[in-house]
């Protein structure tokens, strides 16, 4: 028997014997409402009652997750192997619920998934880079979505602020459109685009677009995806994120804008301490440039046409700097 049994059982003893329970109290040191409790519980339940019981709460006012919200929380760990982070921006997005970090670990750690499978190691150390003001360089490229559905991406480098639109096909016309939406929708000028060697951006009508509208173009190089990094990753986040959670029969394009201002303003990034696109461009608005200095600053001797053939482009420039 348990000495704290052994001890609640001589006082009631006592007790039966003497029948006062001011007596008792004195003589074994405990208070009258604590007697009186142990009496109860003996008189109920008989010896198994004198057992201490736990005093943890049965439910916390803090308390916020559920047996539903454990469970979702647990399914996007499994099958979308989401980080806290990431979790609690989906948690938010998606089922509109506000879990702080800690919270969303400790359920991690309750159910064993505190630890994901590591990563592949790097087969080399990546170099990376983020340009000073907004707007100084945009990366551009397409993503197929589904039969006849293509993402076109553009985001800036400095603040991370994205425009996304859908197309049927990857063509010159269709680059234009978007350009004029990125255009319109971004908060700051635009002075440098950057994209792959793809025929949709290099065709002629674009790059004279662009030298009409100030606008630098630089293609990168040939089988050099990590140039143009930051689209890339962007279009992976939007695929596990978004279009994992979506039909894309119902209302494609009004619920990828609402993704798209949901990612400028309220979901925080990463590479950005935590803070929202927008937030960051907030920050730099007093540095950032506006389009009739981008005009000015923009020499058009210095710009030239770029073929979509890697060599014969490199070639050109090869004879330009021949005496």
């Given at each position: 028997m348990d000495a704290d049994i052994r001890k609640r059982m001589a006082?009631?003893?006592?007790?039966?014997?003497?029948?006062?329970?001011?007596?008792?109290?004195?003589?074994?040191?405990?208070?009258?409402?604590t007697l009186r409790k142990w009496l109860r519980r003996y008189e109920r339940g008989g010896l198994e009652a004198l057992v201490s019981r736990s005093r943890r709460p049965h439910s916390h006012p803090g308390s916020r997750i559920d047996r539903q919200i454990e469970a979702t929380i647990v399914d996007m760990r499994m099958n979308r192997r989401f980080g806290v982070r990431r979790l609690q921006c989906e948690l938010l997005r998606q089922h509109d619920i506000h879990l702080s970090l800690a919270s969303i670990h400790k359920v991690l750690v309750r159910n064993e998934l505190s630890r994901l499978a590591p990563n592949p190691p790097w087969r080399h150390h990546t170099k990376r880079y983020s340009r000073p003001i907004p707007g100084d360089r945009v990366q551009v490229d397409t993503c197929k979505i589904g039969p006849g559905r293509y993402q076109f991406t553009a985001v800036d480098d400095c603040t991370r602020y994205r425009v996304l639109g859908l197309y049927a096909r990857r063509q010159a016309c269709h680059t234009l459109n978007f350009f004029e939406r990125v255009i319109d929708e971004m908060p700051f000028p635009v002075q440098r685009i950057q994209s792959d060697r793809g025929r949709e951006f290099m065709a002629a009508e674009v790059q004279h677009w662009l030298a009409e509208h100030c606008i630098k173009y630089r293609p990168v190089k040939p089988r050099s995806p990590h140039l143009n990094g930051k689209v890339e990753r962007s279009q992976r986040t939007d695929l596990?994120?978004?279009y994992a959670t979506v039909d894309l029969d119902a209302g494609l394009e009004e619920r990828l804008a609402e993704w798209q201002h949901y990612y400028n303003w309220e979901r925080p990034h990463g590479s950005l301490g935590g803070r929202s696109p927008m937030d960051r461009y907030f920050e730099l608005s007093d540095r950032t440039p506006f389009w009739e200095d981008v005009e000015q600053n923009y020499d058009r001797t210095k710009e030239r046409y770029r073929y979509p053939v890697y060599l014969i482009d490199q070639a050109i420039v090869d004879v330009k700097r021949c005496p």
């Open positions: 006082w009631i003893r006592l007790y039966d014997r003497v029948g006062v329970a001011g007596v008792v109290c004195r003589r074994c040191g405990v208070s009258r409402p596990e994120e978004f």
